[in-house]
C-alpha cells in the first residue's frame, strides 16, 4: 500500500530524513513514532505532497507519484489516494457541520448527492450523526477531531495518515479515538498514524516504526517489535514480609543483581530461564520470606522507545 524508498529531505546542511525505506502493507494500523524532530512530520508531508524532498520516491496503492521530478497530474493522482489528518485541523468555525462536509467534498470534486450520502454515513461512522446541524466551533476537540476524520474519508481514501489525532485529547475522547481507528481497520483501511503516547500506539496499532534523527531505527509488526530492545532475565518480586531477609540473600548470589528495591517489591535481573526464577523463589519461601507475587518484566513500547531513541523522552 505505501512504501517509501530512500526518501531524503534536506534543510540547507541539515538532515532532516536520511534515507529512509519503509513498507506499509494494506490493512495495516501502523504507528509511527519517535522524538521530537525525529523526521516522523516531515516524511509525513512529503507523502502527503505537502513537501518535495530532496531525493527518494513514495508510491502509495501501486503510483509512484512523489519524488524529485514528479509531476503536477502524478500528485493530484497520489492526493485522491490518501486521506490526511494533520496535527493542526484548520476547522472553519462558522459553517456547521453539515457544511464543512459539503465544502471539502466540493473541493474533491464530488456531487451534491454523493456529498449528503456519504457524509451521512461518515457522521454515523464517528458517532456525530447528532450534531449535523451544529456549527463547529460549538464542538467539544474530540468531537472535530473526529469530524476531521471524516472530512479526510469522504473521497474515500486507500490511505488514511494522521499526524498526532489524540493530542490534547481527555481520556475519553482518546478512548473514542482508538475505538474508531479500530474500526476503520476493521473495515479495511490502511491507516498510518503518528503520536506520542506510545501506550495507545501498542494498543491498537499491529506494526510500528520507530525513527530517531532522521533514520528509522526500527519497523515492523508489533509482536516482534516488543520482543527486541527488553531485557527478559529481569523477574519482579513482591513481598509481604522479609524483604530486608531477601536483600541479603540476593547479595550472596553474584549472578542477580538487585536492579530496584521499593517498599515491598525488588526487582532483579540475571535470570537465565524459568527454572532459575523457581529455584530463586523457592530458596527464597524455604529461607523465611513471605512472596506475594512474581513476575518477568513485561515488554513495552516505551521501554523499546527509550532503548532505541537513547533515552530522549
Known amino acids: 500500500m505505501l512504501y517509501i524508498e530512500n526518501l531524503v529531505k534536506m534543510y540547507g546542511r541539515f538532515p532532516a530524513v536520511k534515507g529512509l525505506t519503509l513498507r506499509v502493507p494494506k490493512g495495516d494500523l501502523f504507528g509511527f513514532v519517535g522524538p521530537n524532530g525525529a523526521g516522523k512530520t516531515t516524511t509525513i508531508r512529503i507523502v502527503c505532497g505537502l513537501l518535495k524532498p530532496t531525493s527518494g520516491k ?12 514528479a509531476t503536477r497530474s502524478q500528485l493530484k493522482e497520489i492526493k485522491k489516494n490518501i486521506g490526511y489528518v494533520p496535527d493542526f485541523f484548520g476547522v472553519y468555525d462558522n459553517l456547521k457541520v453539515t457544511e464543512y462536509l459539503e465544502f471539502y467534498g466540493s473541493l474533491n470534486g464530488m456531487t451534491y448527492r454523493d456529498i449528503v450520502a456519504t457524509s451521512n454515513d461518515l457522521l454515523a461512522l464517528v458517532n456525530l450523526e447528532d450534531k449535523k446541524d451544529f456549527y463547529v466551533d460549538t464542538l467539544s476537540r474530540g468531537m472535530k477531531q473526529r469530524l476531521c476524520v471524516a472530512r479526510a474519508l469522504l473521497h474515500n481514501p486507500t490511505l488514511l495518515i494522521m499526524d498526532e489525532p489524540s493530542s490534547g485529547l481527555d481520556p475519553a475522547a482518546r478512548i473514542e479515538m482508538k475505538e474508531l481507528l479500530m474500526n476503520l481497520q ?7 498514524i ?6 495507545d500506539i501498542a494498543e491498537m496499532c499491529n506494526a510500528v516504526g520507530i525513527m530517531n534523527q532522521g533514520r528509522l531505527v526500527a519497523a515492523g509488526k508489533m509482536e516482534n517489535i516488543l520482543k527486541t530492545g527488553t531485557d527478559t532475565s529481569r ?11 531477601a536483600q541479603r540473600i540476593f547479595t550472596e548470589q553474584p549472578a542477580i543483581r538487585m536492579e530496584s528495591v521499593r517498599e515491598n517489591q525488588i526487582i532483579i535481573s540475571g535470570v537465565a530461564d524459568d527454572a532459575m526464577a523457581n529455584r530463586i523463589i523457592v530458596d527464597l519461601i524455604s529461607r523465611g520470606v513471605t512472596i506475594s507475587g512474581f513476575h518477568r518484566e513485561e515488554r513495552s513500547l516505551e521501554k523499546i ?3 532505541m531513541t537513547g533515552g530522549v523522552a
Do not use: C, D, R, W
Open 305 to 307: 522507545f527509550m532503548n
Open 235 to 245: 523477574l519482579i518480586i513482591s513481598f509481604a514480609n522479609g524483604i530486608e531477609l
Open 58 to 69: 513514495v508510491t502509495v496503492n501501486g503510483i509512484t507519484g512523489i519524488n524529485g521530478g
Open 186 to 192: 476493521s473495515m479495511g483501511k490502511t491507516i498510518v
Open 194 to 199: 503518528s503520536s506520542h503516547i506510545l501506550a
